[in-house]
């Protein structure tokens, strides 16, 4: 068996090398298909495999009070949607101050502004510098990390330090060479000491992470006055298990804070560290079924074109077939050859395509800078499917040759 199956090879294999120009446009065909299916599953792959990155720098076990949930952050439900108040200073104050649920730490922040100018001697940034007003419990519970110095201490919080924590970004633009803590930087006309310098967090969705100053709260509200202040206040659970129930909990919290009546929806929204993950990767599947939608076209033509070519070969080489039946070989072993060839040309055409849609994949992602992973599941797919446009390629012009009568073969010119 072994044997007869390395005869098939060989042969399918010298079939092919007598058609090359035939069997390479045909390879070039099956290639197409497969490369529009893997590209664009390798980008949907590095787009998720970016999104959990990014996201993950939420924190574990966290959840943010904000103004509007996730669906009305992202556009959904609009026919439903209500005008919801900002969350204010004074009740995000009085929500830290009366939650106290166990093993956890509440955090409040804001954006004080997105155009601030950082001077450091006589190196300035551009004014596109975002400046955030923090508390000592900011940091954990966003999942931040300092490479350089320290966090915010509740001295610093209590006492309206001007201290600040610096995006990584700043020290290859104003510290080149120069080691930031301990330095003195102009904000506002205001003069700040670097404690700090955040690890490396790179871009979410085009906004980068790394160009941010981080300020003492109290020194932020004085700084920067503006009317209608939308505050966030984040929880972090220590123990997933209670995560739940702190949810529960602080839901009723903000709602006693707001002084919502019990027939009242809330006017406030809740975002989980998990549900807002999974709220933006369900997003992407619909970016797959596109993909497989682009794929399975190309490839139907695909598995038209070589079926044809098999077709056209099976009437080529009716004489050695006749030859060979007349030799003693079986229907099974006709079939079998043929179908090896098919198998083989599929193949080709399927590593071409992966190697075509893996470069392309990460071109793509690398410009638009996502993160690159190796999509196995692409690759499969790939494989899978070729294996598949083989077999219902190769089947039918397989049986055909198998069938035909070995005396009526003889006699083709």
């Not at 508390?135 to 966090?151: A, V």
């Amino acid at each position: 068996m072994l044997n007869l199956f390395k005869e098939n090879v060989h042969i399918a294999v010298g079939s092919i090398k007598t058609q090359l120009m035939r069997t390479i446009l045909t390879v070039l065909i099956i290639a197409i298909g497969i490369t529009a299916l893997v590209c664009i599953l390798t980008v949907v792959a590095a787009l998720e495999n970016t999104l959990s990155s990014n996201f993950a720098s939420m924190g574990a076990n966290t959840f943010n009070i904000e103004q509007y949930d996730i669906s009305e952050r992202m556009g959904r439900n609009n026919e439903h949607k209500v005008d919801n108040p900002i969350i204010t200073y004074p009740e995000a104050k009085a929500f830290k101050q009366k939650y106290d649920y166990p093993l956890t730490h509440t955090s409040l922040s804001f954006t004080a502004t997105s155009n601030a100018e950082v001077r450091f001697e006589s190196k300035k940034t551009d004014p596109e510098i975002s400046v955030l007003g923090v508390d000592e419990y900011f940091l954990i519970n966003s999942g931040l990390e300092t490479t350089k110095g320290r966090n915010f201490t509740g001295f610093d919080i209590d006492n309206n330090t001007y201290s600040c924590i610096l995006g990584s970004d700043f020290e290859k633009e104003l510290f080149k060479d120069v080691n930031p803590i301990d330095k003195i930087l102009s904000i506002r006309g205001a003069k700040f000491k670097v404690i700090g310098v955040l690890k490396e967090k790179g871009s979410t969705f085009g906004n980068s992470q790394d160009l941010r100053v981080l300020i003492p709260i109290q020194v932020a509200r004085s700084l920067f006055t503006a009317p209608d202040i939308n505050y966030t206040v984040s929880v972090m659970v220590d123990k997933k298990e209670l995560l739940n129930q702190a949810t529960d909990e602080a839901n009723n919290m903000m709602r006693r804070v707001r002084k919502l009546s019990p027939i009242k929806d809330n006017n406030f929204g809740i975002s989980r560290s998990d549900d807002l993950i999974n709220k933006i990767l369900s997003i992407t599947q619909y970016l797959g079924i596109s993909a497989w939608v682009i794929g399975i076209i190309t490839i139907f033509g695909s598995s038209i074109a070589l079926m044809n070519i098999m077709l056209v070969s099976v009437t080529e080489r009716t004489r050695e077939i006749g030859v060979r039946k007349a030799l003693g070989a079986k229907r099974s072993t006709i079939a079998f050859q043929f179908f090896i060839e098919t198998l083989i040309i599929g193949q080709l055409g399927g590593l071409l395509g992966i190697f075509i849609g893996i470069s392309g994949g990460y071109g793509i992602a690398a410009a638009m800078s996502f993160i690159f992973v190796i999509p196995w599941g692409a690759i499969t797919a790939a494989f899978i499917t070729t294996f598949i446009v083989a077999i219902v390629s190769g089947s039918y012009p397989a049986l055909k040759a198998s069938k035909l009568d070995p005396i009526e073969a003889l006699r083709y010119e």
